[in-house]
Nanobody
Framework: QVQLVESGGGLVQAGGSLRLSCTAS????????DAWFRQAPGKELEFVAA????????WYSDSAKGRFTIARDNARNTLYLQMNSLKFEDAAVYYC????????????????WGQGTQVTVSS
C-alpha cells in the first residue's frame, strides 16, 4: 500500500505560479512512475505530467508543456509540480498518482492516488 498526500493548492491570480507537493509513504519502492492528473468541474480526469523514477524522464500534456515542471525528490519521497503562467483553464482538483506507469498518460497506469488539492485561478 502506498499513501499519497498532496499539498500546495490554493488561490492564485492568472499568470501566477504555484508548486504542488505530494508526499508518499508506505510501499513506495514497488512503483516505478509518478504522475499528476487534474479534474475540473464537469470534466473528465485529465493527464498533466508524469515522471519515470529510473532516469527521471518526464512527459507532459500539450497544455502543461512549457509551463509546468514535474520533479521528484527520492530522498524525501516527494513529488512536485511547479506550475507557472497559470491560466483560468488550469483551475481544477490536482491529484498525484503512483504506479507502474503502463500506460504512462492514463489513469490505468496508476494504482495509488492522493485525495487531491484544489487549484483556483482568479483574474
Amino acid at each position: 500500500q502506498v499513501q499519497l498526500v498532496e499539498s500546495g493548492g490554493g488561490l492564485v491570480q492568472a499568470g501566477g505560479s504555484l508548486r504542488l507537493s505530494c508526499t508518499a509513504s508506505g510501499d513506495t519502492y514497488s512503483r516505478s512512475s509518478d504522475a499528476w492528473f487534474r479534474q475540473a468541474p464537469g470534466k473528465e480526469l485529465e493527464f498533466v505530467a508524469a515522471i519515470r523514477r529510473s532516469g527521471g524522464d518526464a512527459w507532459y500534456s500539450d497544455s502543461a508543456k512549457g509551463r509546468f515542471t514535474i520533479a521528484r525528490d527520492n530522498a524525501r519521497n516527494t513529488l512536485y509540480l511547479q506550475m507557472n503562467s497559470l491560466k483560468f483553464e488550469d483551475a481544477a482538483v490536482y491529484y498525484c498518482a503512483a504506479g507502474n506507469g503502463e500506460p504512462l498518460t492514463r489513469r490505468d497506469g496508476y494504482d495509488s492516488w492522493g485525495q487531491g488539492t484544489q487549484v483556483t485561478v482568479s483574474s
